[in-house]
């Protein structure tokens, strides 16, 4: 395989081509969510599940990940899993979303939203508005401190956050106190030199990414497209602290590099930690040193954002 030698020999087991269509999303999400389903939740660590209304009074369900016996208020992550808009959250994201509750000391709210084909654009988003504009609204109740909410995601989810923490004042939303972006979805242009490069990358590739796109946009004029494209929305006055998150051997490198230094030009606080030697998806393999090591470098970041939010 093709960069196969580049590659951190701890990720070598995990890169392989992978393609993208629509039956292998059918056959994907049912094991997504058995996988799921069976991962337990470390020992320190208790969840709960709500269920509300998102895009067009559709119910989604969110899974709240908490420290154990914590009672008084708390910072909130929403964590927001990637999967090409299209796959369910895989074992990994559960335990990542532990891991971030457990470390950080936050509740994460983990939401479970509509997927592409079936739901283009802006159904992901809605959800996710959705869920944001209900932990203000029940903050008290879930000891939520509202001063400290955060937003976070990968690949996909990466850009979902990223939009919500770009119409924070449109939507009527309170500034959130930080923003995660791990391996973002920023452009849907997809002109990038990294995107014309890595047409054949394990796990993701340009490719699916253009695939991924058309399922997401189905159905848009152009001009409304590029609403679905953080790289091409208004920012606001005030931009959350910034976290970015790349992968050397990603097609989408690039365009996460670039969005970081669009919100620095704006005078936002970004910090991005280009990773060496990985691929799309690599945390996967969590139980690896370069994806510990890095999974470190966020919760310092949102540790660090939290105690200033």
């Known amino acids: 395989m093709k960069y196969k030698k580049q590659i951190d020999p701890e990720l070598r087991s995990i890169a392989r081509n992978v393609p993208y269509n629509k039956v292998l999303i059918k056959c994907a999400n049912l094991f997504q969510a058995i996988s799921f389903g069976l991962t337990t939740v470390p020992k320190g660590i208790t969840n709960r599940n709500i269920t509300m209304e998102g895009y067009r009074g559709l119910k989604f369900r969110t899974e709240i990940f908490e420290p154990l016996n914590e009672k008084g208020k708390l910072p909130c992550l929403i964590y927001v899993h990637g999967g090409a808009f299209?796959?369910?959250?895989s074992a990994y994201h559960k335990k990542l979303a532990c891991i971030y509750a457990m470390e950080a000391n936050c509740r994460v709210c983990f939401p479970d939203y509509h997927l592409t084909p079936k739901y283009p654009y802006p159904a992901a988003y809605e959800d996710v508005l959705t869920l944001y504009r209900w932990i203000m609204e029940n903050a008290d109740e879930f000891g939520i401190d509202t001063e400290k909410i955060g937003v976070a995601g990968d690949s996909a989810g990466a850009s979902i956050a990223?939009?919500?923490c770009n119409n924070y004042n449109s939507e009527e939303l309170k500034?959130?106190?930080l923003q995660m972006l791990?391996?973002?979805?920023?452009?849907?242009?997809?002109?990038?030199d990294s995107m014309k490069k890595f047409s054949d990358t394990p796990l993701?590739?340009?490719?699916?990414?253009r695939r991924m796109w058309s399922?997401?946009?189905?159905?848009?004029?152009?001009?409304?497209?590029?609403s679905a494209s953080p790289m091409h929305n208004n920012l606001p006055q005030i931009i959350p602290n910034t976290y970015i998150e790349t992968a050397e051997y990603d097609c989408l490198r690039d365009e996460g590099i670039l969005y970081g230094k669009r919100l620095s030009r704006s005078e936002a606080k970004v910090e991005i930690n280009q990773t060496r030697g990985t691929i799309h998806g690599y945390d996967s393999a969590l139980n690896t040193q370069i994806a510990m090591s890095n999974i470190q470098k966020r919760i310092l970041f949102l540790k660090k954002g939290f105690d200033a939010g």
Do not use: G, H
């Open 86 to 89: 299209s796959y369910r959250a």
């Open 162 to 164: 990223a939009l919500i």
């Open 175 to 177: 500034q959130p106190c």
């Open 182 to 192: 791990v391996y973002p979805l920023t452009d849907i242009e997809m002109q990038t």
């Open 204 to 209: 993701w590739n340009a490719r699916n990414n």
């Open 215 to 226: 399922y997401y946009c189905r159905d848009l004029k152009v001009e409304d497209a590029y």
